[in-house]
């Protein structure tokens, strides 16, 4: 039951990995030097994470209303929103804000999600092999990955 993807293309991006057990996930975004552990567990009604360490890192918190993800990244303070509606098709939605966010579109195919983050000009492509990950846990890791690569590249 695992999942594995990347954000991004060869030169630029992160590798995604982990395995889900139908209750938890346990994965790595990026290398084995330069990433962040991911660990979540589905709650009843909330699904409850960390990324990275205790000291550097955020924790993410994401609860289903009808077929919308909202996901919290981070704390009080320094938390970032994601919004993403769900269709028969995938996902769109949004990271941030108005001004200072990005579209974030996934299509779902059998076993697979391939999508963009950003604009035409100025994104990033994303594919991730599912395994037996739901959909709306996958578009978490993605929006958790977004995150992280957004750390790395000010």
């Known amino acids: 039951m695992s ?31 330069g990433g962040a552990d991911i660990q979540i ?8 994470g960390r990324v990275g360490t205790f000291t ?3 924790d993410l918190r994401a609860t289903i209303e ?22 028969a098709e995938g996902a769109s939605g949004r990271y941030g804000t108005f001004t200072a966010g990005q579209d974030i579109t996934l299509r779902h195919y059998a076993g697979e999600v391939r999508g963009r983050t950003g604009s035409f000009t100025q994104g990033m492509d994303f ?10 846990l996958a578009a978490m890791l993605l929006v958790c990955t977004l995150r992280v690569w957004n750390e790395k590249t000010p």
């Open 66 to 87: 009808g077929h919308r993800l909202l996901i919290h990244l981070g704390g009080v303070s320094d938390g970032i929103e994601a919004v993403l509606e769900f269709t």
């Open 127 to 136: 594919r991730l092999e599912l395994g037996d990950v739901p959909l709306p």
């Open 3 to 33: 999942l594995q993807g990347r954000f991004g293309g060869i030169t630029q991006g992160l590798d995604l990995r982990g395995e889900f057990d139908g209750q938890e996930f346990r994965g790595r975004i990026g290398s084995f030097t």
């Open 41 to 48: 567990v589905a709650g009843e009604g909330v699904i409850l």
């Open 56 to 58: 550097q890192g955020f």
